[in-house]
């Protein structure tokens, strides 16, 4: 299979800064190793799909025994709703400075983003802030977040394809739904990921919310092929407040709503990407290798 032009050009905009995920302190300082993973991300405000994250913390805690596990929140709107309940969570950086303060001296992390999209870069961009401090760690690995490669596309799609719903008859369609992000060249991993869909299983397409392809561009292949029902099924780490509403919800311009007036039915399921063990696979897979690197 050949890998699409549009997923050449994120993997070229990947390998601008794949070989520099190593951050190394020049301090030379010596003092005895201390290592801790840090996972990062996005968030949630919907406290059903915090189960998501659960599944992953026990993966990555039975994968990495004995080492210390953290966690940062790159939504600001997200923690600011959690801070109105009492809960405090912390941002990447606040996490990296709790991290130095408590005397560890190198550090993985983890990004939980499906694609190497802003947060990712932002996230990238001040861990090598926090590796250039004086009397700060010895060194950080950068993880890859979920898709960083063709053969992360063709093991996810794969794994997409397993956990379509046996009542799902033939003639119905699959719509993966992602968040998408229109401003950021790592949106074409979307694009990608529907074609190797639906090259790997008939029927099958991806939308996003706030990128390309949009539930807009589906909708008339759809059609097209005369679909009566589409099953809806999350393409994002958690099943949160874009799935319950933008996607699955009761206002008019939600994908639900769009598609009824399109004379096709849906079938929403509720479960995020970090509830599917073989994906959860996928990222510990780049933790390791980022965490062999220390």
Known sequence: MHTPWFLMCALMMLGLFASGRSFVSGGGRDRPARRAILLVAFGTSVPEAQKSFDRIREKVEAAFPGVEVRWAYTSRVIRAKAASRGQRLDSPETALAKLMDDGYTHVALLSLHVIPGKEFH???????????????????????????????????????????????????????????????????????????????????????????????????RLAGQKVRRAWLIPFMTVAGDHVRNDISGDKPDSWKSLLAKNGIACETVFSGLGEYPEIVEVWIDHLREAYSKL
Not at 160 to 167: K, T
Not at 171 to 183: I, L
């Open 122 to 220: 932002d996230l990238y961009r001040n861990a090598r802030l926090f590796a250039d401090m004086a009397g700060g760690f010895e060194k950080i690995e950068i993880a890859m977040p979920l898709i960083a490669s063709h053969e992360d596309t063709l093991r996810v799609a794969r794994a997409l394809i397993r956990r379509i719903p046996g009542e799902r008859k033939p003639e119905d369609a699959v719509v993966f739904a992602g968040h998408g992000t229109g401003k950021h060249p790592a949106d074409a991993v979307y694009g990608a990921m529907d074609r190797v869909l639906n090259e790997e299983a008939g029927n099958v397409f991806v939308a996003t919310v706030q990128g390309y392809p949009s539930i807009g561009d589906v909708i008339p």
